[in-house]
């Protein structure tokens, strides 16, 4: 317990530490002239300290203090009904059905198309470059199209962004899967050979468990870049709702606290998905008789 | 025609005529195997001793349908090593242990059991009688990490022994482990042929293993891969470790020796 104090919590307090008194400092330097800027408008002249105070509670500050951000949060989640437009529970369950949905399609995609690349050579020849094609095509740009071919078609709500969400991560699924159904050795499949084993067998017997560690790492990038995805996703769509939609609204008035929440809120949300994948990874190891130290 | 007269052989396990094998590389064809004539009879103990790139590793691999033949024939059970093959008619044990991480012991050992369609309760059976023939019973619920490498080994022999496969390949299974551990399952592999009144064929560049085990040595060499010597063991069955002392046993590792030698297997 001590151990995991000193090896794993003091190092992210420092570094936490380190980064806060940074942004006071940045917060300060950027907003000093803004602030000097309205008060002269007024006709004051701001002593030193009334300067710092003013800089760290602007109503639109360029870069607002990390105080101003967590009370943004603390009072759009804890003291607003959860169902109110303004709460950001409200908008980040949107944004996180969509993530789910995508990343769940993604990944079932990915799995798929790996199963062929690894099974089918004519796949193997094709797939590869299409897939890492997809992937160079910026999400930025592709996804108003497809919000508003799948608008035109009458699709419209969740499933275009979750599609979002699926194209960007079902790419580290496959890449990783096709390497992790490559993975057993030579005398592993050999073995497989002797037995006369079916390409079933083999698959869900060697090649599909040996697979696992690489679906995991593969998952922990896609569950992330879900995320992402559905907020770009959101961002066309006129600002309704989720979290980007809290960002687009936030810059469109000028709104750099609520921008920051919004950020704040989807980092938090993108953690705790890698952590429950990393839980869930874990428990499988468990189950899969990993020896306690190999453990990611 | 002598397909035929080979096949009537019924107590002729492995039978090979003038068999060869060219792997076809990019620097040209390399010689693997070339005019192998040998006869493996039910209940032999056949090892096959040689420097790297004799072939003795390829043809366990040609009997085991993991490499083909180019030239020559070759029987194992009376028909070709792809039906031996499907018919499941050997278990093959690698240099590695090549145990499934993921699976306990027991699971490993059931792994042959589950593709060749075994039903649970025989599969349990199995797993039992398998763990005590090479003395691991009480370690069924272990992960592979969980064992030395000499345990490992003899777990992987219980996968091969679990199904009913009357023929043991076995590629140099002793080959990274330390010699005391070596005696010791040595040892125990006489014991369990003893019992199982299975056929052996065994790979090792080991004299002196080799001649303790064996009831019939083939002597082979390299470029191109070939057998220069076969040996009928005169030693008894039961074997002690201190046999290996015998002017019979050292009489016998000579003669050996000196099929490797004429088979330039000592040359720089």
Same mark, same amino acid.
């Given at each position: 317990m001590t151990n995991t104090l000193r090896t794993k919590i003091w190092p992210v307090l420092a570094v936490l530490v380190v980064i806060i008194a940074a942004w006071y400092a940045a917060a300060l330097l950027m907003n000093r002239t803004l602030a000097v800027e309205e008060a002269a408008r007024k006709g004051e002249v701001l002593t030193t300290g009334a300067m710092w105070l003013k800089a760290y509670s602007m109503d639109k500050p360029l870069l607002p203090a990390p105080h101003q951000i967590v009370t943004e949060i603390w009072n759009s989640t804890a003291t607003m009904s959860i169902t109110s437009k303004r709460s950001l529970v409200y908008h980040a369950w949107i944004t996180l059905s969509a993530t789910l949905l995508g990343f769940g399609l993604g990944t079932v995609l990915g799995i798929a198309l790996a199963v062929g690349i690894v099974h089918n050579?004519?796949?193997?020849?094709?797939?590869?470059?299409?897939?890492?094609?997809?992937? $160079?095509?910026?999400?930025?740009?592709?996804?108003?199209?497809?919000?508003?071919?799948?608008?035109?078609?009458?699709?419209?709500?969740? =499933?275009?962004?979750a599609l979002i969400s699926t194209y960007l991560s079902f790419f580290p699924v496959v890449v990783g899967m096709v390497k992790g159904l490559r993975s057993p050795e030579i005398i592993q499949l050999d073995l497989m050979h002797t037995y006369y084993a079916s390409r079933t067998q083999l698959f869900w017997k060697l090649r599909f468990p040996a697979a696992i560690p690489f679906l995991f790492a593969?998952?922990?990038?896609?569950?992330?870049?879900?995320?992402?995805?559905?907020?770009?996703?959101?961002?066309? $769509?006129?600002?309704?709702?989720?979290?980007?939609?809290?960002? =687009?609204?936030?810059?469109?008035?000028?709104?750099?606290?609520?921008?920051?929440?919004?950020?704040?809120?989807?980092?938090?949300?993108?953690?705790?998905?890698?952590?429950?994948?990393?839980?869930i990874e874990r428990l499988v190891y468990r189950m899969m008789g990993a020896r306690p130290e190999a453990q990611a | 025609m002598h397909w035929v007269n080979m096949a009537e052989n019924q107590s002729s396990v492995v039978s090979a005529k003038n068999l060869g094998l060219t792997f076809q590389t990019n620097d040209g064809p390399v010689n693997a195997l070339t005019g192998v004539n040998l006869d493996v009879r039910k209940g032999d103990f056949v090892s096959f001793i040689g420097p790297s790139g004799c072939g003795k590793t390829t043809f366990l691999r040609v009997?085991?349908?993991?490499?083909?033949?180019?030239?020559?024939?070759?029987?194992?059970?009376?028909?070709?090593?792809?039906?031996?093959?499907?018919?499941?008619?050997?278990?093959?044990?690698?240099?590695?242990?090549?145990?499934?991480?993921?699976?306990? /012991?027991?699971?490993?050992?059931?792994?042959?059991?589950?593709?060749?369609?075994?039903?649970?309760?025989?599969?349990?059976?199995? /797993?039992?009688?398998?763990?005590?023939? &090479?003395?691991?019973?009480?370690?069924?619920?272990?992960?592979?990490?969980?064992?030395?490498?000499?345990?490992?080994?003899?777990?992987?022999?219980?996968?091969?022994?679990?199904?009913?496969?009357?023929?043991?390949?076995?590629?140099?299974?002793?080959?990274?482990?330390?010699?005391? &551990?070596?005696?010791?399952?040595?040892?125990?592999l006489l014991e369990l042929w003893a019992r199982t009144n299975k056929t052996i064929c065994f790979v090792t560049h080991s004299i002196p293993e080799a001649v303790y085990l064996s009831t019939k040595i083939v002597v082979m060499s390299p470029r191109p891969g070939r057998v220069t010597d076969i040996i009928e063991s005169t030693l008894p069955k039961e074997r002690p470790l201190d046999i290996r002392e015998t002017p019979e046993f050292l009489a016998i590792a000579h003669r050996v020796r000196e099929g490797l030698k004429a088979g330039h297997s000592y040359d720089d």
């Open positions: 050579l004519a796949m193997d020849k094709s797939m590869m470059p299409w897939v890492i094609a997809s992937q $160079t095509i910026p999400i930025m740009a592709i996804a108003p199209m497809l919000i508003v071919v799948l608008n035109a078609i009458g699709i419209s709500g969740l =499933l275009p962004k593969s998952l922990k990038v896609g569950i992330a870049i879900s995320l992402i995805g559905a907020i770009v996703g959101e961002l066309p $769509t006129g600002a309704v709702a989720g979290l980007g939609a809290r960002l =687009l609204s936030g810059s469109y008035y000028g709104q750099t606290i609520q921008i920051w929440a919004a950020l704040f809120v989807s980092s938090i949300v993108a953690g705790l998905l890698v952590f429950i994948v990393g839980g | 009997i085991a349908d993991l490499e083909k033949a180019t030239e020559g024939q070759i029987l194992v059970n009376g028909t070709t090593p792809e039906d031996a093959r499907k018919n499941r008619s050997y278990g093959y044990v690698f240099q590695a242990a090549a145990l499934y991480p993921w699976r306990t /012991i027991e699971k490993n050992i059931a792994l042959p059991l589950e593709i060749m369609g075994y039903s649970k309760d025989e599969q349990k059976k199995r /797993i039992d009688h398998t763990l005590a023939l &090479v003395n691991l019973t009480g370690f069924g619920k272990k992960y592979p990490w969980q064992l030395s490498g000499g345990m490992q080994q003899r777990a992987s022999i219980a996968r091969a022994l679990a199904f009913d496969a009357d023929l043991l390949l076995m590629d140099e299974p002793f080959g990274a482990l330390d010699e005391i &551990v070596r005696d010791h399952l040595n040892l125990q």
